[in-house]
């Protein structure tokens, strides 16, 4: 019957389909080792948030270059935010955030509901709270006006060494 369509035309069309986006995936290179991660370079952003943010911005100096950014803001509407995102050489997640938003509703959302231990860790001349999360864990200071957390699923280690590397500017 002409105009009618029957189950086997459908099926004789998807395999033809089929065929076409099998040999589409098989001709067409891809590199499954490859790494997806895009780094950024926040050198200008940093400069930029320097002069604009009301705290002394900190910005990661001399980290191996296998610490890699990822992300980066500065958002002076919305207290201020600064947000550094870094993967680790373990590629775990490692953050660096600062806000005159000092509210334990920042604190949570950065921190993805991590909680202070009522302990310490001291990092070079500056010392920081302990943070544990089921998510992330975080070294938060707070300092007149503004708050630092350096946040993440990265080990206190790694997070350590971030809190280590950071240069506190002001421009």
């Known amino acids: 019957m002409k105009g009618k369509q029957t189950v086997f ?12 986006v099998a040999g589409i995936y098989i001709f067409v290179p891809h590199d499954e080792e490859a790494d997806p991660t895009r780094v950024v370079d ?3 952003e940093t400069l930029t948030a320097r002069r604009a943010a009301p705290y002394p911005v900190a910005a990661p100096t001399g980290l191996p270059q296998e610490w ?8 002076r509407k919305n207290a201020n935010a600064w947000h550094l995102g870094f ?5 775990q997640y490692v953050a660096v955030e600062q806000s005159s938003d000092v509210s334990p ?3 949570e959302k950065v921190t993805q509901k991590a909680a202070a231990t009522g302990r310490t860790e001291q990092v070079g001349d500056l010392t920081w709270e302990r943070w544990d999360g089921e998510k992330y ?3 938060v200071r707070k300092d007149d006006g503004h708050v630092t957390v350096v946040t993440g699923t990265a080990s ?4 350590a060494r971030m809190a280590a590397a950071l240069e506190f500017k002001k421009s």
């Open 9 to 20: 035309d459908m099926v004789r069309s998807l395999a033809v389909i089929g065929v076409v």
């Open 42 to 44: 926040y050198r200008v």
């Open 68 to 75: 890699r950014a990822t992300s980066v803001t500065f958002e």
């Open 87 to 91: 993967l680790d050489p373990q590629n």
């Open 105 to 107: 509703k920042y604190l």
């Open 137 to 139: 864990d975080a070294l």
């Open 156 to 159: 206190f280690e790694q997070l």
